[in-house]
């Protein structure tokens, strides 16, 4: 069965500070990454995606993610983080041998303090 | 809007009573998911549907939980003789069967709260 994990369950960090979340997944198979993002009081959106390719990938506002297979790791980061980036991000991988659900982290609140 | 839309949006229930909630998916979405999240945890996944066939069910999903979806389009969650562990947030998502890459669209959820 795969599984996440991501490290940290609170970050918290001032306005243009860098960011970076980490996400291990435990499958040895093909599979899909994605990282997801929750405003408050907002629903679960798409932040960016991995399928195949180049292995860093580039998502909205800024943020990017690299795939690193040999550590199991799709680690999410963003240069210079907003007040705006305060949100709860979520890891999730999708496999084929898992069939056509996500399977997700635990989250990392992210508070950036003005 | 034309996103994934969930009612009621809160429902606050005493235990042993039923509740059931309602998930509209985006209209040209074949694929229909039931997540649950609580306080601090990621979503775990409940169940799925491929048009009106329960495809998958997971073992989070016990007796007393159903769901359906009669004709393809919007699913009902039930739950039964609600417990005050079933607490927690029902998330809906779904997914056209053309992107097959497990991307998918989440609706803003239902809050349950059992007392």
């Known amino acids: 069965a795969q599984s996440v994990s991501q490290h940290n369950h609170h970050v918290i960090l001032s306005e243009a500070a860098s960011l970076e979340l980490g996400c291990n997944y435990s499958?040895?198979?093909?599979?899909?990454l994605f990282w997801y993002v929750q405003y408050p009081g907002q629903h679960l959106q798409l932040l960016l995606k991995?399928?195949?390719?180049?292995?860093l990938v580039k998502g909205i506002k800024g943020f990017e993610a690299e795939f690193i297979k040999s550590k199991f790791s799709f680690n999410l980061r963003k240069p210079s983080v907003q007040w705006s980036d305060t949100a709860e991000y979520f890891c999730?991988?999708?496999?084929?041998?898992?069939?056509?659900?996500?399977?997700f982290g635990g989250g990392t609140r992210v508070l950036v303090k003005p | 809007d034309t996103g994934v839309s969930q009612d009621p949006r809160h429902k606050i229930t005493k235990r042993g009573q039923n509740v059931t909630f309602r998930c509209d998916p985006i209209?040209?979405?074949?694929?229909l998911y039931w997540y649950r999240q609580t306080l601090g945890q990621g979503p775990e996944f409940l169940t799925y549907?491929?048009?009106?066939?329960?495809?998958?069910k997971s073992r989070l999903l016990s007796d007393r939980f159903s769901a359906e979806r009669p004709k393809g389009s919007f699913s009902t969650l039930e739950i039964q003789r609600t417990e005050q562990g079933d607490s927690a947030m029902y998330l809906c998502?779904?997914?056209?069967?053309?992107?097959?890459?497990?991307?998918?669209?989440f609706g803003e959820g239902s809050r349950l709260t059992v007392l």
């Open positions: 998502a779904s997914s056209p069967y053309s992107l097959n890459t497990g991307e998918l669209f």
């Open positions: 499958y040895g198979g093909t599979v899909n």
């Open positions: 991995y399928f195949s390719g180049d292995p």
């Open positions: 999730a991988v999708n496999s084929a041998a898992a069939g056509n659900k996500l399977t």
């Open positions: 209209s040209e979405h074949n694929r």
């Open positions: 549907f491929q048009n009106e066939a329960q495809l998958e």
